[in-house]
């Protein structure tokens, strides 16, 4: 432990406080009992009630709900196959570069100019089926398509930090393929593939940018809910909807830290 | 080519491998290049294209677009465009180096915690990494509305008329944008600072070095991994970000994030809206390039 200078640390706990404050006003104004201006009228639960009999707030909840489901378990399963077929294959080092930075593409290119691509891109494919029409579908594909990359990085990392000895012995006792990655490389690789599969939910729970672009009418989500609600005005419904969301990021927080530590 | 070999004990032919391989990797990559290669090249071919009279596309292509991103119309020449694009790498430029600044003690009193507490710490910087931007942007409303001090020093001082509250203006994007992006920087630099050789420090103070000197000869070096990473993941997102200026910044603080998403929401005027993105990726290739440049330059001294 090192001894650091008084100003530092008032430095640190400021740009904490600049951190944290809205964020605790939020939380505050979410159970004052006071429906406009910002005076304390008391404690109440009453906006957190009110959350459940909103409809289009349940709905939006489920939209991101099944929106973060349905794209990380489909990229999940893209990114492991695709982290195998990069780490435990002979490539020549020209093809493993190109397929690097491939995989790299989604995490570089700033995401509104890769969302401008898709709604152009969605927009052309419309021409051919109405399949494409702004919604939950489009959603769907542009969330896996950043979602498969970060898969991909993570579980790249574990397969290189467990090694290839055990699977080499595998083989040397004749398994096949599929016995292979049933019986030992998935099983040690879940740890990794369960660290990507949250990152990528949490990723997907926390767009805005390409949600926003590719989103219909029927297939808001929460931060865009949040983001249209306080275009027209701040209400303490919509501070206890940013709680709660606040809280549930905590808690997928702390249970990707769960994961990648062990 | 067809030649039996053995891979990691599996007895087995060249193409039998690349075969398996190709397998595995198939979906992903072809998922990637048929939603993100693709349609990024169809982005750039609408960028010639242009735009009929109801905001359909027209297959004609012309640089119109290009022109006027630069500032030609047939009014004649105007700024416009242009003095948003410079002010967006101006924004991006100023939030990094806020950021960094605001960094540097922040890792370096995390560093001085016990270890037993150090974790906990650190994720005070990893919560608001993850939480929502647009929640993390609007909760500044609440902090600068008319009831509170900020706003009332900014009246007492002048700045603003009474009762109004300290946004829509420049102050409040560049708030809200070091908000967002101060865990970006602190989560990569402190993984430097981490690390840092505290004997170089000490060698320098010994050495009589100044405090500024110490900073840059002994630690700025030994951060630059962590700091590098900090500063692209800053740069790069807070160029094209929208939220904080649509929410904080209302009309008058445009940014290039908002004139794209203007293009292809309420003006439907796709063509341009390409043209403008193919600009923003040009100034973010050259912003990298020349940061690169000054970086390679700083090892040799």
Not at chain 1, 64 to 89: E, H, K, Q
Not at chain 2, 39 to 47: I, R, Y
Not at chain 2, 99 to 128: H, Q
Request: hydrophobic share 55%; glycine share 6%; net charge positive.
């Amino acid at each position: 432990m090192r001894k650091i200078h008084p100003a530092v640390t008032t430095l640190a706990m400021v740009t904490l406080a600049f951190l944290y404050i809205p964020l605790l006003a939020v939380a505050i104004f979410s159970v004052n009992a006071t429906r406009y201006g910002l005076a304390w009228r008391g404690f109440t639960l009453d906006w957190y009630v009110k959350l459940l009999h909103n409809e289009a707030i349940l709905s939006a909840a489920w939209n991101s709900l099944v929106l973060a489901v349905v794209s990380t378990v489909i990229a999940t399963i893209l990114g492991t196959a695709l982290a195998i077929g990069m780490d435990r294959f002979p490539w020549t080092k020209k093809t493993g570069t190109t397929l690097d930075l491939v995989l790299h593409l989604p995490v570089v290119v700033p995401d509104i100019i890769f969302a401008a691509a898709l709604v152009v891109a969605f927009g052309l494919l419309r021409m051919f089926s109405s399949l494409f029409e702004p919604g939950l579908l489009d959603m769907i594909i542009g969330h896996i398509t950043f979602q498969v990359s970060f898969v991909a990085l993570v579980v790249r990392s574990r397969l290189v930090s467990i090694g290839r000895d055990v699977e080499e012995a595998a083989r040397d006792l004749f398994a096949s393929t599929p016995y292979l990655l049933r019986r030992i490389t998935l099983p040690l690789l879940l740890p990794g593939i369960m660290a990507g599969a949250m990152l990528a939910f949490t990723l997907s729970l926390d767009d805005f940018v390409i949600s926003f672009f590719t989103a219909g009418p029927d297939s808001i989500t929460l931060p865009l809910f949040i983001f249209a609600a306080v275009r027209r005005g701040v209400t303490p419904q919509i501070h206890a909807l940013s709680t709660l969301v606040l809280l549930t990021t905590v808690l997928l927080i702390i249970g990707m830290e769960r994961f990648t530590r062990k | 080519m067809n030649k039996l070999l053995i891979w990691y004990g599996e007895l087995t032919t060249q193409r039998r491998l690349t075969k398996r391989g190709c397998q595995f990797l198939g979906l992903g990559m072809l998922w990637i290049l048929l939603f993100l290669v693709l349609p990024g090249l169809v982005l750039v071919v609408v960028s010639f294209a242009t735009r009929g009279s109801y905001g359909q596309l027209e297959w004609s292509f012309t640089i119109e677009n290009y022109k006027r991103l630069l500032g030609f119309s047939v009014f004649g020449w105007t700024a416009d465009y242009i003095s948003i694009l410079w002010r967006s790498v101006w924004v991006a430029f100023v939030t990094s180096l806020i950021a960094v600044i605001l960094s540097y003690p922040l890792c370096f009193f995390i560093c001085s915690r016990p270890e037993r507490t150090r974790y906990l710490w650190l994720m005070l910087v990893i919560i608001p990494f993850w939480t929502n931007m647009v929640i993390r942007t609007y909760a500044w409303f609440l902090i600068l509305a008319p009831e509170f001090p900020p706003a009332r020093l900014a009246n007492l001082l002048g700045f603003i008329p009474q009762n109004t509250p300290l946004y829509p203006n420049a102050f409040a994007v560049y708030i809200g944008m070091v908000t967002i992006f101060l865990p970006f920087v602190a989560l990569p630099l402190y993984a430097s600072v981490e690390r840092l050789d505290w004997s170089l420090v000490e060698a320098a103070q010994d050495l009589y070095a100044s405090k500024v000197r110490v900073f840059m000869q002994a630690i700025l070096p030994q951060t630059m991994p962590g700091l590098s990473v900090g500063v692209i993941l800053t740069f790069v997102p807070a160029m094209g970000m929208f939220v904080v200026p649509d929410l904080l910044g209302g009309a008058k603080y445009m940014l290039v994030g908002n004139l794209i998403e203007q293009q292809f929401g309420a003006s439907r005027d796709w063509p341009f809206g390409a043209a403008v993105s193919m600009g923003m990726m040009v100034l973010t290739m050259v912003s990298l390039y020349l940061y690169r440049r000054k970086h390679k330059e700083m090892q040799f001294i």
